[in-house]
């Protein structure tokens, strides 16, 4: 755990340059507009410790698999998340020295990053080897306005001298992937072109013939005038374009590039249309100037920050630390494009390679549910009725038949792409990630027309993967499902997972629910689903029916606790508190074999089931299961803590509460798990959300009403939220005095606010 | 299943050029000494479908790890057998055409390896492009007599014209390894030489840093002179030394090469002595001359099978396969270097790198124990005491200590070097086929005194292992052992495996009883192990009495058969009679996931058990188990069938004893498996002389003395085989008529012959 960033309401700051964690901060500082971002690498040459990313969304790279014993039914590749062509490189020389943080002494260091604005900015007193002192600053955003713009304005102010300068200024598509199974580059060239003032490149993906334009053009003022230039060159090199630029910096004077970049991807453009694109873009933004583009960003997180904000009074790191997460959440995606989804890293690396996992659903769908118009919720959601036909052939692969449907643990565009059996083969739950989505979606939206329009045809694809997957145990003379991971991650290959049992079995009454809604809602439609699906719904159903009736769920009578698994109570029960430090974190200091064994828990796994299914058990239940299984809780996933706090939120556990909500929220500003520098926890910061909303202040749907059961931490004096709810805009602030409930817009509504029905107005 | 060989009592005769299966006789046709050896490829050039492969013992590289996701624990390397420098290799051309029988007319071909001398021939008509034709015929062999000598007679004879001709005869160690997992090269040169007549090469693995002295003479003759060579130039590349020769073939007249390699490796020479010892090989080979080495080699070979013969009469088939396997096996593995052991592929590929599976101790050591001087069973067992310190660090970096061995899955030097943790780190079994191993040798040879001088050590390290690594169930008030694989690989991370549980129990009783042997018969010996393994004798043989007393394990009282595992009974019980044919085998059609969570059993798992310890079990719980889990076995390990033929062939089984029997004897004659292409299942034919012997004879030692329980398929009209036991030399021959036995050598000797004593004299 890392404490160098300032405690600042708004901003992520920065003070004073250690290289040491350079690579933390260029993750954190991470910005990006949904369609394109970029790590917080600096626009001049930095020879030190970084790792350079910049992204383009959907854009991808089957990466040949790298496994030692190959195992039938392996996909064929792993997707890459691709660095992309580099549009913020200005290589800066000044009389022949070139400006290089790594090899000057550094003075005044601040990165700042607002997150109001979604402005990176950056301002340092540099001194070269001979002594020349600048001043540079620098200011660089991902146009929130135009998701194919990034402009950057970069100051340099000469302190002590006056100097022949040397600019390259260019566009790069010559770039590696840290994480490239087989030290390939993933880009070929298309097409380059380079004028005075401008330059583009094409660069086409290898495989995948993805096509991305990326181009630039530029001005260099001081005092608001152009300066005058002493030679232009245009530089063109392999997958390289650009100029190189002369002028004189002149002392106490300060000079101004202004570079606009634009990234265009074959995703939303003609291939031949690419390069006429661009130079629209480009030419566009030479026109409008660097101020009036920073306003119209500024305008779209003006109203995100509205729609989406929550405020902490008296706890400046807690109240920094929801803000970071949601303004990283917000530019990772904007719900524009139902062909995207939420990359585990975002824009921010390239670890997990892959855009989708069930975190999207299981983590992420509350957040935009609750903070973005429908049709962003509802676009995930169609994002995987898209790939509905992937999911059967997915299946199929792997010996089903007959329509099932086996979403993908990890996928780009529909196609598994995850290469440990362990996952790939026996997390077998996520599949129903997406039928419990569509439920959440309904519930929350009471949009249950979708069940007609999409979620049917995908929750009979799922029902008939688990009436497949399921056997029958003579031996318990119940249905069993063998041979899976759940959620805990550090179990493989367990038999009966309670919480996969529940789900699956779920996953088939819910189904049953939503064939009766159609039937009566479109008969007709109905009709369609099932002629589309070849759909025996008589025996499918019969089948449906028998397993759920029939399912079996291990538990423990004695201690009254449900069990994670098969075996559970075999292992030695210890607690974390058992464990050494220097045993911590498990899974670098433990070998494989030894967390299997061992009763340690990476995240939520009955507890994941009892939080998404909290109205089927007395809190009692809870109680039992939370008081038994946390203490074997290591929290090495991100994506566990958040659903400990709304658990313990709800059994009244307020310290408990409110030390997981920190761990959550701070996760990256703080390298909690010392893995930041690789990128930040974008899915679990949607957990970060729910840990307030949902924990903090009790929200549920119930019977298509809002119940809140808020409390506060002792460490806050108020928090306060705002939520989108069927038409309705609604906010509530918890102080300790008490609760606020207000009506922002919409007809009014009933809520129900610690038990007792409010009619807000 | 391929059926393109003769059936011959001797020898194993190919006829008729076919490229198709040329990979599959490469590996049949391979021939070896014990030290090197290579494939059955062709001397002269071969453009077509081939796998070059020449492999010295000991030589190995340590590649570096491809998986997927780093798992704690993991070793660094995976051991690859070398593809070593190639001494065999001439290039001829006549005329400007090279002799290279993908480009030519092939007739008459003929490929026999003659079992009874070693010696690998070849013979056919080869039409060049131009219509010129010559025969060919080709003798190679490795000498047995000296294990670092190798010669080839290769006769060249023009039918139809008169022409230069050149040649190019050399040594070659620009090699490449087709299982090498980022494509790389691993020798590097360190000295060549070439002059008229002869050529060294002295290379080196990277790594590992083996030097590998590979050198060449030869002389070319005519009628039993010297040919007339109109010039000979010397030549060197990279890694490459050879001659360059060209002389004259006239019409009809036979031109023979003698070229005589030498391979040797630092492991047995200084590596500034190698170049030396080098030469002096071949100078003397050149004076000997290839009638005489040839004699020498025949000599051993007549003495090894006078050891190890089996004959059958009345079934060629039989025969054919069962001297196969008897010959790849003494070819492999002479039992004269402690450091070596017996590599699944031997010297016929390079599939499964790393030299030592646990096939060793299970399958192999009962072969040398009958058939070769004790001294060769006892190295087997001293190369794993020597490997003890490196079992110990093995345990370490799992997280074991206090000197607890685990002996490693594939070994090369001791370390671990095999990365699938489903095996890697659960497959624990076998570190206590070691401790049978000890067990079994002692049993055989009443050599006890072996449990002082180093069998004690090694059981006390490994019984620290199992009492470390179970753990105690309170649910189940039983030690139970989790998160194993049995030997049927197709589960995985199951809890207590009955083969492993019972394995585990019976290590700490033997080595109980390895105690009290050694306090008795060499008091101040236990003293000194107590004090070199820091034993604490009090503490832990009382937690390994209480293991004993209390390890649980698995079984079905209704069904009264035993459990392979926990949970099983929760699978759909299937036979494989269920399977269609397209479903075979399953490790090609089914998914991994599929596979794990179907009752399919791989090898025999429970019946391995069954019948390492048979004399712990009555004749109906043997039945009852082989009936319950034979039928869900689909023997796709090549370990499989032969103890399912032992264990048939007690419960008078014998159309099933038979069938199964033909699998393993003629698993790589028939290619049974579709892989023999990639070398033979050099381990498993130990299986097959077990099938025999232990099968068919019902050979076993109880308190001391053999017993013998013979039936003879009805298929044969008589088996004879001859037993190696404590200094006699025993024969049996089992006719339909009765039994013959007779003691050849040795003092008297009463055996138990169907369960009747006879004195034999």
Redesign the interface.
């Known amino acids: 755990m890392k404490e160098y960033l300032k405690h600042h309401e708004w901003q992520i700051i920065e003070e004073g340059f250690d290289p040491h964690v350079n690579k933390i901060s260029e993750s954190v500082f991470s910005i990006g507009n949904g369609r394109m971002g970029q790590r917080a690498n600096f626009e001049e040459d930095y020879s030190g410790e970084t790792l350079r990313g910049s992204y383009v969304a959907g854009v991808y790279y089957p990466d040949k698999?790298?496994?030692?014993?190959w195992?039938?039914?392996y996909p064929e590749y792993?997707a890459k998340v691709l660095n992309a062509p580099n549009w913020i490189g200005l290589h800066i020389s000044i009389d022949n020295q070139k400006l290089d943080l790594a090899k000057c002494k550094v003075e005044n260091f601040k990165r700042v990053l607002d997150m109001k604005v979604g402005l990176l900015s950056r301002s340092f007193a540099a001194t070269l080897p001979d002594g020349k002192k600048v001043q540079v600053e620098s200011k660089r955003f991902c146009s929130m306005a135009n998701g194919e713009l990034g402009a950057i304005r970069y100051a340099i102010t000469p302190l002590n001298f006056s100097a022949k300068t040397t600019l390259s200024i260019y566009v790069d598509a010559d770039v590696v992937n840290k994480d490239s199974n087989?030290d390939e580059k993933f880009w070929e060239e298309v097409h380059k072109e380079a004028t005075p003032g401008k330059a583009i490149v094409t660069a086409q993906t290898k495989k995948t013939l993805f096509h991305v334009t990326t181009g630039m053009v530029y001005t260099i003022e001081s005092e608001g005038k152009k300066v005058s230039i002493d030679r232009t060159n245009v530089e063109q090199r392999e997958k390289f374009a650009g100029n190189v630029v002369q002028f004189e910096l002149a002392e106490g004077k300060e000079t101004v590039i202004y570079k606009y970049g634009a990234v265009l991807s074959s995703e939303n453009h003609p291939k031949d249309k690419l390069v006429a694109a661009c130079h629209k873009v480009l030419d566009e933004a030479l026109v409008n100037g660097f101020d009036a583009l920073l306003d119209a960003h500024i305008k779209v997180w003006e109203h995100k920050w509205e729609e989406c904000d929550i405020t902490i009074e008296g706890d400046v790191a807690a109240q920094q630390g929801i803000r970071f997460n949601i303004f990283q959440l917000t530019q990772t995606y904007t719900g524009e494009d139902e062909r995207l989804n939420i990359g585990p890293k975002g824009f921010t690396g390239e670890k997990y390679g892959g855009s989708t996992y069930w975190d999207t659903e299981a983590y992420c769908l509350p957040f935009y549910l609750s903070t973005a118009e429908q049709k962003v919720a509802r676009n995930l959601l169609i994002y995987r009725y898209k790939h509905l036909p992937k999911a059967i052939e997915n299946a199929q692969?792997?010996?089903f038949k007959n329509g099932a449907a086996f979403y993908p643990f990890v996928t780009m565009n529909g196609e598994e792409c995850h290469?440990?059996?362990e996952i790939t083969?026996?997390e077998i739950h996520r599949t129903s990630a997406m039928a419990y989505a569509i439920r959440d979606y309904v519930h929350y939206t009471g949009d249950e027309n979708y069940l007609c329009e999409y979620g049917l045809e995908v929750l009979i694809g799922i029902s008939r993967f688990w009436a497949q997957r399921v056997?029958?145990?003579?031996?318990?003379n119940k249905y069993?499902i063998?041979?899976v991971t759940g959620p805990n991650e550090y179990e493989?290959?367990?038999?009966?997972n309670w919480y996969t049992n529940y789900l699956g079995a779920w996953t088939l009454r819910f189904t049953l629910y939503a064939i009766e809604y159609v039937r009566k809602a479109d008969g007709p439609r109905l009709t369609e689903i099932v002629s589309n699906t070849s759909f025996n719904e008589k025996d499918e159903t019969a089948k449906w029916k028998d397993i759920v009736e029939k399912m079996y769920y291990p538990e423990d009578p004695k201690r009254g606790v449900i069990l994670q698994q098969?075996?559970f109570?075999?292992?030695?029960?210890l607690r974390v508190s058992d464990l050494k430090k220097e045993e911590r974190p498990l899974?670098?200091?433990?070998?494989?074999?030894?967390i299997?064994?061992s009763c340690f828990i990476k995240q939520a796994d009955v507890l994941q089931g009892l939080y998404l299914f909290e109205d089927d058990f007395d809190i009692e239940t809870v109680r039992k299961n939370f008081d038994f299984y946390e203490p074997m809780t290591v929290h090495e996933s991100s994506l566990s803590p958040c659903v400990h706090v709304i658990l313990a939120s709800k059994l009244g556990y307020k310290k408990q509460a409110y030390d997981f909500y920190l761990r959550t929220a701070r996760l990256d500003l703080d390298d909690y798990n010392n893995d930041t520098e690789e990128g930040c926890h974008i899915t679990s910061m949607a957990g970060t959300w729910m840990s307030v909303v949902k924990g903090f202040g009790g929200m549920k749907v119930k019977d298509g009403k809002l119940h809140f059961n808020p409390f506060i931490p002792d460490q806050w004096k108020s928090y306060s939220f705002r939520l989108e709810f069927r038409g309705r805009v609604l906010k509530l602030k918890i102080s300790k005095d008490g609760v606020e409930t207000k009506l922002e817009s919409g007809s009014p509504l009933t809520i129900v606010l610690k038990g007792e029905e409010v009619a807000l107005k």
């Open positions: 698999t790298r496994v030692g014993w195992k039938n039914g792993f087989y692969k792997l010996g290469n440990e059996w083969f026996e056997n029958w145990s003579a031996d318990k069993v063998l041979g493989n290959n367990v038999n009966n098969d075996g109570l075999d292992k030695e029960l899974n670098q200091k433990w070998s494989w074999d030894r299997l064994r």
